[in-house]
């Protein structure tokens, strides 16, 4: 599954990455690879991807196969292809995307996704938006704005994926869905792997060995260091 791939390349990037406290927030997460986005006077954009929602006891649901369309009106030429990460911080702005269809920027509010571990919660005032975008390009990972896609349910790739015809995404998400193919657990591992990782990367103490670092080369983290220096005279009181 490409969106694996996705979490796992962003986990290697903790300065780059989604902020563990809003992943721990978050009522469901989306990413979407490879979003293609055209444009020639009318731009757009559209992707498949995978949506999975936290259930009431915390864990994961299945992942459910969503669509990414939109437009933009304006002067464009190009064509880019984009990773798109979307952690949804309502119940409403999922039940929407369950229920059929959702509209970023008027079913559900948007804004750019704070970046890197040590980032605020207030990219938006008072953390008021329900949805948080991000999109990964050439190495990139910035929060971006993305009002007016279109999030709708990718009924055939859950049929497929599933191997249950007409099944619906309520169903994917409820606890008796038959167990779901092994790309599917390496996607929550992979994103739970984001979560926790992210958050004792920002707690856990140095590992650096203790030995003196060269004279000639600053700490890493910017600090000063400080030695204590030889007593010539040990046991003396110092001069005054």
Not at 22 to 31: D, Q, S, T
Not at 64 to 79: A, D, H, K, R
């Given at each position: 599954?490409?969106?694996?791939?996705?979490?796992?390349?962003l986990?290697?990037?903790?300065?780059?990455?989604?902020?563990?406290?809003?992943?721990?927030?978050?009522?469901?997460?989306?990413?979407?690879?490879?979003?293609?986005?055209?444009?020639?006077?009318?731009?757009?954009?559209?992707?498949?991807?995978?949506?999975?929602?936290?259930?009431?006891?915390?864990?994961?649901?299945?992942?459910?196969?969503?669509?990414l369309?939109?437009?933009s009106?304006?002067?464009?030429v190009?064509?880019?292809?984009?990773?798109?990460?979307?952690v949804?911080?309502?119940?409403?702005?999922?039940?929407?995307?369950?229920?059929?269809?959702?509209?970023?920027?008027?079913?559900?509010?948007?804004?750019?996704?704070?970046?890197?571990?040590q980032?605020?919660?207030?990219?938006?005032?008072?953390?008021q938006?329900?949805?948080?975008?991000?999109?990964?390009?050439?190495?990139?990972?910035?929060?971006?704005?993305l009002?007016?896609?279109?999030?709708?349910?990718?009924?055939?790739?859950?049929?497929?994926y599933y191997?249950?015809?007409?099944?619906?995404?309520?169903?994917?998400?409820?606890?008796d869905?038959?167990?779901?193919?092994?790309?599917?657990q390496n996607?929550?591992?992979?994103?739970?792997?984001?979560?926790?990782?992210?958050?004792?990367?920002?707690?856990?103490?140095?590992t650096?060995?203790?030995?003196?670092?060269?004279?000639?080369?600053?700490?890493?983290?910017?600090?000063?260091?400080?030695?204590?220096?030889e007593?010539?005279?040990?046991?003396?009181?110092?001069?005054?």
């Amino acid at each position: 599954m490409t969106a694996t791939q996705v979490l796992e390349e962003l986990y290697q990037m903790p300065d780059q990455n989604i902020p563990a406290w809003l992943l721990e927030r978050a009522y469901g997460v989306a990413v979407v690879p490879e979003v293609i986005k055209v444009g020639l006077g009318i731009g757009g954009r559209r992707g498949k991807g995978v949506l999975v929602v936290r259930k009431d006891d915390g864990t994961w649901s299945n992942p459910i196969f969503i669509n990414l369309t939109g437009g933009s009106v304006g002067f464009q030429v190009g064509v880019q292809s984009t990773d798109v990460v979307l952690v949804f911080t309502s119940r409403q702005s999922i039940e929407g995307i369950v229920g059929g269809k959702v509209t970023l920027g008027a079913d559900a509010s948007v804004a750019a996704g704070p970046v890197g571990r040590q980032s605020s919660a207030a990219t938006d005032v008072g953390f008021q938006a329900q949805v948080y975008s991000y999109s990964r390009a050439k190495g990139l990972f910035l929060g971006v704005a993305l009002d007016g896609s279109a999030l709708t349910i990718d009924h055939r790739s859950n049929e497929q994926y599933y191997g249950r015809s007409g099944v619906l995404a309520s169903e994917i998400m409820r606890f008796d869905t038959a167990t779901a193919p092994a790309t599917a657990q390496n996607f929550i591992a992979a994103l739970q792997k984001s979560m926790t990782g992210a958050s004792a990367a920002a707690s856990r103490p140095s590992t650096t060995p203790t030995s003196a670092p060269s004279p000639s080369r600053p700490a890493d983290s910017g600090g000063v260091t400080t030695y204590p220096m030889e007593d010539p005279s040990p046991g003396t009181e110092p001069p005054p």
